[in-house]
């Protein structure tokens, strides 16, 4: 049996569960179920029977990434950078061909890092069921056994019978009375977007249907530029490829799909009312995450991501808060959020792409107040952490020290600054701030200037590979 591989899909930048979810740090990074991340839970669940992954992300995304994975023990086999999104298709074809090119044909296990699966143990076991015949040279996709007439899932209709069997057609998302009939039906499976094959199988297939997708894949990866733990895929290559999803490009083609029905508590968690569904709720089904209090409520999810949320009186609610946002909405509705979303980034409104709180390999940022020609900012670096090398044109620099060290180099002088000591950086003036300590670094930044935005910064060296 060849080794198994996951394929880790994380170059998503959901806007579904917006105001918590967004472009910059989307839900794939974020606890929404348990203590650990979507990204980390996708790889926990398959690590006792798997090697190591292959993971696809945004290049936006590299760092958050490789810190989350590492925090979950994994040690990626690599994880190779988009320079634009082109569906999963061609992200599952470099995967493909980076681990034929390590010279063995693994059976590739695609998950996308954004999915809740309640039965891990359920899960696993359909996959090694399921191996063997993927061995054989089959693609598999995994079907998950409905459990309602769901209107927002594709389905995968298999052949009579039970068990692993060949796959009859792929439907599209139909309307509730056609779910229904499907569901009475029998035979009818949501759409995973999970799939087990060899890396050989899927390019042979792949070279079958979209070959030129193929070939623009083969140019990416061979053009591709290593860095540090990533591989970033050529731009101009892989811009060529043709945008398409897996299910489009090979699977809706090929003679050679089989569905491994599942049922392990499945939950793509697309919106909040999925997220209701699956969180811990109350008597009166209310579910609630922070610090929430609610009085005669009933079927309500709230969200409070750091202050008191009150609710009072509401049924079929969605509340949630962030430091810079709030959504109230009717759980009927909030499929919806994707306009509000998109009215956002229309404006050029930063709430649409973006968090207050924003992360950096070297830590995190929170913009605490802005005005006319100032910005205050809370900073934390990590242990060992440092940031790069900078100069700005626009803006001059306070650092006051909260707790922990700060090594501070400017100009040509280095400094060391405890807990409540405090530096000026002129305009002009080259500066670098490092955490030498074993505990975070937390300071406080106060900016002063024309102009204060995040693209007025010259780097002259930085340990990330970061440009100006």
Known sequence: MSQLIPVILSGGSGTRLWPLSRGAY??????????????????????????????????????????QLRQAGCEPAAILLEPTGRNTAPAIAVAALQAMAQGEDPLLLVLPSDHV????????????????????????????????????YGYIKAVPGDGL???????????????????????????????????????????????????????????????EDFIRLDADAFETCVSDSIDYAVMEKTDAASVQPIDAG?????????????????????????????????????????????????????????ADAVLVAHRDRVQDVRGIVAELKKAGRSEGEGHRKV?????????????????VKRITVKPGAALSLQMHHHRAEHWIVVSGTARVTRGEEVMLLSEN????????????????????????????????????????????????
């Open 266 to 322: 499945w939950n793509d968690v697309g919106s909040w009312s999925a997220l209701w569904s699956i969180a811990d709720q109350d008597g009166n089904g209310n579910a609630h995450h922070g610090d929430v209090i609610a009085r005669g409520c009933r079927n309500t999810l709230a969200w409070a991501d750091g202050r008191l949320v009150t609710l009072l009186g509401l049924q079929d609610v969605v509340v949630v808060d962030t």
């Open 359 to 375: 992360y950096r390999p070297w830590g995190s940022y929170d913009s605490v107040d802005v005005g006319e020609r100032f910005q």
């Open 165 to 227: 069997r060949p796959v009859e057609r792929f439907v599209e998302k139909p309307d509730l009375a056609t779910a229904e009939a499907w569901l009475a039906e029998g035979g009818y499976y949501w759409n995973s977007g999970m799939f087990l094959f060899l890396a050989s199988r899927y390019l042979e297939e792949l070279e079958r249907f979209q070959p030129g997708m193929l070939e623009s894949c083969r140019q990416a990866l061979a053009k591709a530029r290593r860095d």
């Open 26 to 67: 989307p839900k794939q990074f974020l606890a929404l179920s348990g203590e650990h991340t979507m990204l980390q839970q996708t790889w926990l669940r398959v690590a006792p029977i798997s090697g190591r992954p292959l993971v696809i992300a945004n290049q936006s995304h590299r760092f958050m990434a490789a810190e």
């Open 117 to 152: 699966i309640a039965d891990e143990a359920a899960f696993r076991r359909a996959v090694t069921e399921a191996a063997p015949l993927a061995q054989s040279g089959r693609l598999l996709t995994f079907g998950v056994v409905p459990t309602a007439p769901e209107t927002g």
């Open 421 to 468: 000591q405090s530096t000026y950086i002129p305009l002009g003036v080259k500066h670098r701030l490092e955490n030498p300590g074993q505990v975070p670094l937390e300071l406080i930044e106060v900016q002063s200037g024309s102009y204060l935005g995040e693209d007025d910064i010259v780097r002259f060296e930085d340990v990330y590979g970061r440009t100006s």
